[in-house]
């Protein structure tokens, strides 16, 4: 392990955003040069790890000692929730689409806070 930061013991708020301008910090862009042209590519899709990040934070069960986690790697990042599907979810509505919140009031304040949507 090169490096290793905490987040935890600080105002829920204040980590989430820390923690979402680290990865935009680290999602560096990668410049391949042609004859021709000048690619550029991001590390990884913004969008879809901040998503990640988000459900691993909304759906984390707090009973648990273990902590959600963002691992990166050179080709890859890890991002772990511990707690399984929330009581009332099954596999089938999952696939559906249909979401089951695990934290009601959490999931308030990242929605009042623009964090995440109440979308169901």
Do not use: W
Request: charged share 30%; net charge neutral.
């Amino acid at each position: 392990m090169l490096e290793r930061d905490e987040y935890g013991g600080q105002c829920l708020i204040s980590a989430v955003d820390q923690v979402l301008r680290r990865l935009a910090a680290e999602n560096i862009t990668k410049v391949n040069i042609t004859e021709i042209y000048r690619e550029e590519t991001k590390l990884f899709d913004m969008k879809a790890a901040r998503e990640a990040f988000l459900n691993a934070i909304a759906h984390q069960r707090r009973d648990l000692p273990t902590k959600p986690a963002i691992y990166l790697f050179s080709d890859r990042i890890e991002i772990i929730s511990h707690g399984g599907m929330p009581q009332g979810q099954t596999k089938e509505k999952f696939l559906k689409g249909i979401s089951v919140v695990r934290n009601d009031k959490l999931m308030k304040i990242l929605v009042d806070f623009d964090f995440a949507e109440q979308s169901g």
